[in-house]
């Protein structure tokens, strides 16, 4: 058997969990003819195909397979190993990657992340923006955010940020040809901007006031898959939307959107970053946590 690069099989672990060659490509930032190059000479080596491959989809042979059962708990080694070493550096190092939903990186692991890497310029911050619930480990995450009911029972987590808060806006246009409504009860009869989850279902809305919990589901024409755009149609005017307080506030602010129901929005718990705890996290990782926890939220706001 010809010698064997051993990133060579970082890299194979990588096509097959990313599910092809563009998207590793993109994660590791280098081209798809490298990595093709890269998996060519490691079939060459072996002497037998590990992925199958067609121009919609790439998959592991039966060889690929076990291979790439043996190797994930090897390089899982291999990176503890280096971030064991990496301890005794002055400075953390590495790359960090982390997933989160869209609203908790706006507003609450942008500006820690931005902090964190003037204070540890060594670390490469990777942050990728996803609303599904994800397996972080065998996505190659090293830590994610997400609400704690969305979390796994064998997963480490922690509290990020402040509280939460819902908003129930709408223009003052559309409330001129519309009204305003004066309990959650009243929106049957309105023009609510509806968003989905990745997984498909509705958002619901939930309202509480006193000992009254009210749990609504919009109707209306617009149906969006992100805060932004739900932002975007009721600045437009096209109906009231259901979004975080803090993408709302400047906008409240400003006159641009009025706030309706005020006293009856809820306030939420807090995002949670949570990480798996049968892995020691490495000194990069520690030292996020740290500043993470001592970080001045308010400072902030």
Not at 16 to 23: D, H, S
Not at 45 to 60: E, F, M
């Amino acid at each position: 058997m010809n010698p064997v690069r051993l990133d060579s099989f970082d890299v194979f672990v990588s096509i097959v969990r990313c599910g092809g060659f563009r998207a590793a490509a993109l994660e590791r930032g280098v081209s798809s003819s490298a990595l093709s190059q890269t998996i060519n000479a490691l079939e060459e080596a072996l002497g037998i195909r590990l992925l199958n491959r067609t121009t919609r989809s790439v998959s592991p042979t039966e060889a690929g397979q076990r291979l790439l059962q043996r190797l994930a708990p090897a390089l899982s080694d291999i990176r503890l190993a280096i971030a064991e070493v990496d301890e005794l550096r002055d400075s953390p190092s590495g790359t960090l990657r982390i997933n989160a939903p869209g609203p908790a990186i706006d507003h609450i692991l942008c500006p820690l992340v931005f902090h964190f890497m003037d204070a540890y310029p060594d670390v490469k911050i990777e942050i990728i923006s996803d609303a599904a619930v994800i397996d972080i480990v065998e996505q190659g995450f090293d830590a994610g955010v997400r609400f704690g009911n969305q979390l796994a029972q064998d997963m480490i987590a922690l509290p990020l940020g402040p509280a939460l808060r819902y908003s129930i806006v709408a223009s003052p246009e559309y409330i001129k040809s519309w009204g305003e409504p004066q309990t959650p009860h009243e929106l049957g009869g309105h023009d609510c901007i509806k968003r989905r989850f990745p997984g498909g279902a509705l958002v619901t809305w939930r309202f509480t006031e006193g000992n009254e919990d009210i749990e609504v589901t919009p109707m209306g024409r617009l149906t969006v898959s992100s805060a932004h755009n739900e932002l975007q149609a009721a600045l437009a005017g096209r109906g009231i939307a259901h979004i975080f307080d803090d993408y709302a506030k400047p906008y409240v602010q400003s006159g641009r959107l009025v706030e309706l129901l005020c006293n009856w929005s809820p306030i939420l718990p807090h995002w949670f970053l949570y990480y798996p705890n049968r892995r020691l996290p490495s000194a990069a990782m520690r030292a996020f946590l740290d500043f993470m926890q001592s970080y001045n939220w308010k400072a902030t706001n």
